[in-house]
């Protein structure tokens, strides 16, 4: 009997994970050569008077050439998870080198404590679709949907992707999927499941880090949803915050932060519906969240990561900030590059986008770890630099 290419992946990765040679920390990180241009950082969101903290946003391009960012920016005097955020845009006419100096509010806050945490997405029917998490309280965040038909001058009202059972999920920033048959994913991590009761202080003190991974799918292009098997994951590892990239052979990879060392790793060969037991992968990492993106151009798939796996007390270490290219599907990864190596550096919730020629457009928090997720950077990588041996 054949064996699915899913299988025969999982199997392989299991070895690699067995044999600590393959590592990527036991690669060094390629810089760029000289005269190379390397990833450039064209615009900073810090944080001012009234506005504590700027982060987790992303990019979509719009017909008109011109690139549209909206992020989470925090007002008042919190830059807490639980401070109060609006969802705030800027554009770029000019390929991303220059953005427009003044935000654009796009969802006012609307929930008891915030709007956060952005993904949008071109759907195959022209539309553009805005993804954002409502959070009431720490016993209930929802993902939200909003479309626009008009490239983002006016937005649909919210539709929630999760009615079936509350919770506080979380949906990362440019984590939404669209698979080639139209269906969408949201891939999500279910926390403080038996809040039910207790006051926020009590939660606050309660809250428990380990999340139920779910996939939350839509055929009908986020009119109704409905949710994936639990993805299995053991009892002694911390998982949160899902990503989700198609495979070449149709399989999808469920990539999951944990407080083990690694990212872990689970695939779905139902486009979403069932996924096999979380195991580890071979990316090291910490206590932070990884980006996997596919370049159109090449069919590479690209990496975005803190490439550090000590574990212990170093666990919630995010940097250096990191990039690497994986010609086969993410069973070895290559041209390990280093963004930003800042030892006092805060390097995560990245989102990634392809947009033009050659040009890799990056969001991410890139604060001291002292000032945890108050500033974000907007960066273009050129895919020369990326490639260059």
């Not at 982060?55 to 830059?79: A, K, N, P, Q």
């Not at 009202?157 to 080639?180: K, S």
């Not at 809040?195 to 009590?202: P, R, V």
């Not at 695939?267 to 910490?286: E, M, V």
Request: with cysteine; charged share 20%.
């Amino acid at each position: 009997m054949m064996i699915p290419d899913f299988i025969r992946r999982l199997y392989f990765r299991a070895f690699l994970a067995a044999i600590p040679s393959v590592i990527m920390l036991s690669v060094h990180a390629i810089h760029a050569q000289p005269g190379t241009e390397g990833p450039a950082v064209t615009l900073q969101l810090t944080p001012g008077p009234d506005n504590p903290r700027n982060s987790e946003g992303d990019f979509v391009e719009l017909r008109d050439g011109r690139i549209l960012y909206i992020y989470s920016r925090f007002t008042g005097s919190s830059s807490s998870d639980f401070g109060s955020s609006d969802l705030a845009a800027r554009w770029s006419e000019d390929g991303g080198k220059t953005w427009t100096p003044e935000d654009r509010i796009v969802v006012k806050n609307e929930a008891a404590t915030n709007v956060m945490s952005v993904s949008m997405l071109r759907l195959k029917s022209g539309k553009i679709a805005l993804f954002y998490a409502r959070k009431n309280s720490i016993a209930d965040c929802i993902p939200m949907m909003r479309i626009s038909e008009d490239e983002g001058r006016t937005w649909s009202g919210p539709v929630a992707c999760i009615t079936d059972h509350p919770g506080y999920y979380v949906l990362n920033n440019a984590r939404v999927i669209q698979l080639p048959n139209g269906r969408l994913l949201v891939p999500v991590a279910l926390h403080n499941t038996e809040a039910k009761g207790l006051t926020h202080e009590e939660l606050e003190k309660k809250f428990n880090n380990y999340g139920i991974l779910y996939c939350y799918y839509s055929d009908d292009e986020g009119k109704t949803w409905k949710r994936s098997r639990k993805v299995e994951v053991p009892e002694s590892v911390m998982a949160q915050e899902p990503g989700l990239i198609e495979l070449r052979d149709g399989s999808i990879m469920m990539y999951i932060r944990t407080d083990a060392g690694m990212q872990y790793a689970s695939y779905s060969s139902d486009k979403g519906k069932t996924w096999t037991a979380a195991a580890p992968s071979n990316i090291p990492s910490p206590l932070s969240p990884a980006t996997i993106v596919r370049d159109p151009g090449t069919g590479h798939l690209i990496l975005i990561w803190n490439n550090f796996g000590e574990m212990g007390l170093k666990y919630g270490k995010r940097t250096p900030f990191n990039i690497a290219v994986s010609g086969n599907e993410g069973l070895s990864w290559q041209n390990i590059k280093t963004i930003h190596k800042d030892p006092e550096g805060y390097y995560c919730y990245t989102a990634a986008r392809f947009i033009g020629k050659g040009k890799l457009f990056l969001s991410y928090c890139a604060s001291k770890r002292s000032e945890a997720l108050t500033m974000t950077n907007l960066t273009i990588v050129d895919t020369n630099w990326l490639y260059e041996k």
